[in-house]
């Protein structure tokens, strides 16, 4: 049924802008700060677009809610309050104890949808984790993608179900228990179906990154480009019921403001946590290794709650694999030392040298102040495998007993743990790189250029899959198969084991780094993390070792393989095995 609708959109460049709706075209008038409005008779679920200067091409709403026609076609209304919740009861939970799951809603099922992904939701809390969170989910060019590719940050991409299939999935999540981190990307636009500069100055005038063009957040006109950043943070949060955002690269964030942006969003979602009543979380991607981006805003830090630690997946990493390459470097020089020094103190270069980078990196952590919970800590996740020159997981060099050790080392860290999606199950399929970008030329200059940054670093260009291939996203599909055959059900029990375990002992949830000690032996390949009256002890060597605790070691909580022997403060335990045990 048709009402009189406001039209609004931001878009102080063109001169002229027009609104289509259903096929009819009115004129819009324009504000003295650039938005342009226009009262019009719109169904709810009219299409809509807007015709820009005397371009009679229409372009979708840069807050488009839906695209069903893909990132290229008309809006469609959509009204997020027309959802029947029926997670009232949810009060959300703080990430402080709780475990992330990362998934990818592509790849999670065979048929990539929000809906099938539900119906994995049971697994997910039997297996024993806090939260999912999503890698992107808004507009994209194509059917399937990575999600950093997005161009339109108000959608739910059409081929995962839209809207109204986001909201049925974060409602089926809270009935269960579990929170809903969305991660979601500010730092860049994808290269396909960016029609934003078209209706406003979206990138800073000679700003660049990685990526590509600066997001305008401090330049001329940029006050309504934070707001477009900042009030697609609150929509996911208050719309969509989510209960926290991971924030892709911050440090390609550029704003030479007093107050970062990033300040600015933690005050604004800490005020709209007071009015939902339930705990909201913001985690940085950063690279900066610096303390201040989780510190909160009243002791002078940005406010962030909570940060990746690529640092302790790099250690943990190259501990387990030897892998030396690239970044990895300076971790593997440190050995096992490296693992040490991540966990009592987040960050491994915390103003050390990085021969990577080839200078000094980081700022320490003040353990006293800032609780392990605030740092994400991993052995693998969407970045650490994807961007691999074949996408292999770590399942693929290492074998059962480490992964199991990998597994104890991070799910008894005093950090907040994360699993990648299968690898609780040690799952063999890979995670590659996949596009489907629809511009010939794009998807052309995406799989070259991919080939050719790997072929730099000594790859066989041939064995780099072609991200435009349909049969690289298929293959990164996981098989749900695998969970019922070894070593892949042993695994699984592993994991589940240890999360079980973290729920029953709170010294393993305890937060406090600077109570957390670690001994270790390079030659033999051992170490013991000590968590409060608990030790965790790892042997990461092809052989059998007898280990000695610092007190007279009591029951045996848990074991990846074998129960190891007890006599007094030794240890003997298996090679590549890993035990937590009481201490008296």
């Known amino acids: ?53 005397d371009d009679d091409k229409p372009y979708p709403d840069p807050r488009s809610r839906r695209q ?86 108000y959608t739910v991409q059409e081929t ?16 269960r228990g579990l929170g809903v981190i969305q991660d979601v990307v500010y730092n ?25 063009s600066s997001v305008n957040l401090s330049g001329p006109d940029s006050d309504e480009v934070r707001r477009y950043v900042i009030d697609n943070a609150l929509m996911w949060l208050r719309d969509m019921h989510v209960d926290g955002l991971r924030l892709d690269a911050v440090h390609a964030l550029v704003d030479e ?50 940060q990746w630690s690529d640092d302790f997946h790099h250690a943990l990493h190259a501990t387990l694999t030897g892998e030396g390459q690239g970044y990895y470097r300076d971790f593997a020089e440190a050995g096992i030392g490296a693992v040490a020094k991540t966990l009592t103190g987040a960050f491994f270069h915390d103003g050390a040298w990085s021969s990577f980078r080839r200078r000094h990196h980081g700022r320490p952590v003040d353990t006293a102040l800032l609780p392990g ?13 994807g961007n691999r020159a074949i996408g292999d997981r770590i399942s693929a060099s290492l074998s059962p007993g480490l992964l199991a050790v990998g597994a104890t080392l991070v799910l008894t860290s005093p950090f907040t743990p994360m699993l990648f999606m299968g690898e609780e199950w040690g799952a063999a399929t890979p995670w590659q790189f996949f596009t489907s970008h629809t511009d010939p030329e794009i998807g052309r200059a995406t799989a070259e250029g991919r080939k050719g940054e790997f072929a730099e670093h000594g790859w066989d260009a041939d064995e780099v899959p ?40 709170p010294d393993l949830v305890d937060p406090d780094l600077a109570a957390v000690q670690v001994a270790w032996d390079d030659a033999d390949r051992w170490l013991v993390v000590h968590r409060g009256a608990l030790r965790v002890v790892a042997n990461l060597s092809d052989r059998p070792h007898e280990i000695d605790l610092d007190r007279p070691a009591g029951e045996v909580l848990f074991a990846t393989g074998e129960v190891p022997s007890v006599e007094g403060a030794t240890v003997t335990l298996p090679a590549e095995s890993a035990a937590v045990l009481t201490v008296s």
């Not at 995962?160 to 009935?175: I, L, N, S, W």
Request: include cysteine; charged fraction near 25%.
């Open 466 to 505: 072609d991200p435009q291939d349909p049969e690289t996203f298929r293959r990164s599909k996981l098989d749900w198969a695998e969970l019922g055959k070894e070593p892949h059900a042993g695994l699984l029990g592993v994991h589940r084991a240890l999360l079980a375990l973290r729920r029953a002992h």
């Open 160 to 175: 995962y179900g839209g809207p109204a299939a986001y909201q049925r999935f974060v409602d089926a999540c809270h009935q």
């Open 257 to 306: 403001r007093a107050t970062h942006v990033l300040e600015e969003m933690a005050q604004e979602v800490d005020r709209l946590s007071v009015a939902v009543g339930r705990p909201l979380t913001l985690i940085a991607e950063s690279d900066l290794n610096d303390p201040r981006m989780v510190t909160p805003r009243v002791a002078h830090g940005t406010g962030i709650h909570a």
């Open 1 to 53: 049924m048709s009402a009189a609708v406001e039209f609004a959109v931001w878009a102080p460049i063109p001169e002229r802008v027009r609104l289509q709706v259903d096929g009819s075209v009115h004129d819009m008038r324009r504000d003295d700060g650039g938005w342009w409005r226009a009262e019009v008779e719109a169904g709810p679920e009219a299409d809509y677009a807007f015709l820009l200067g």
């Open 68 to 153: 069903p026609e893909g990132v290229h076609g008309p809006s469609r209304r959509h009204d997020p309050a027309s959802y029947a919740w029926g997670d009232r009861a949810w009060t959300g939970r703080p990430l402080a104890g709780g475990v992330v799951y990362e998934l990818h809603v592509g790849t999670f099922t065979s048929e990539g949808t929000l809906d099938a992904a539900v119906e994995k939701l049971d697994h997910l809390v039997e297996l024993g984790v806090d939260f999912v969170e999503l890698l992107p989910v808004n507009g994209f060019d194509g059917t399937h993608n990575w999600g950093y590719d997005g161009v339109l940050w």
């Open 373 to 385: 919970w605030k740092f994400v800590g991993y052995l693998q996740d969407h970045d650490q495998i």
């Open 188 to 212: 860049h636009l994808g290269p396909s179906g960016n029609y934003l500069p078209l209706f406003m100055p979206v990138f800073a005038e000679g700003g660049a990154n990685t990526w590509g």
